[in-house]
Nanobody
Framework: QVQLAESGGGSVQPGGSLSLNCALY????????MGWYRQAPGKERELVAR???????DYADSVKGRFTISRDNALNIVYLQMNNLKPEDTAVYYC??????????????WGQGTQVTVSS
């Protein structure tokens, strides 16, 4: 059984910082990539940042220069450091992991989501 465990998030004033962590547990063959998405009320889920096992990184234009994604490949943990947060960053943030099970079937897992609220 492969599972994701998220932590972090919370409430902060504009300009503040928060961090999110996501760990992948269980037995699997490999990970293609891990990342973070978010969904604000009334909006579709969107990519925030993701990192592939090959080392490439993608960021949403709206977070470039403010958010940093990093990954510990040995521990299968992905981190999201969010600085200079803005009210429009308010959303539920979801961790995502894509890879292969030990039987080589693809998995595409989502975390339960963690709330990030930016408000004065």
């Amino acid at each position: 059984q492969v599972q994701l465990a998220e932590s972090g998030g919370g409430s902060v004033q504009p300009g503040g910082s928060l961090s999110l962590n996501c760990a992948l547990y269980g037995s699997f063959f490999s990970i293609n990539g891990m990342g973070w998405y978010r969904q604000a009320p009334g909006k579709e889920r969107e990519l925030v940042a993701r990192k592939t096992s090959g080392g490439s990184t993608d960021y949403a234009d709206s977070v470039k220069g403010r958010f940093t994604i990093s990954r510990d490949n040995a521990l299968n943990i992905v981190y999201l450091q969010m600085n200079n947060l803005k009210p429009e960053d308010t959303a539920v943030y979801y961790c995502n992991a894509v890879g292969y099970h030990t039987n080589y079937e693809v998995f595409d897992l989502w975390g339960q989501g963690t709330q990030v609220t930016v408000s004065s």
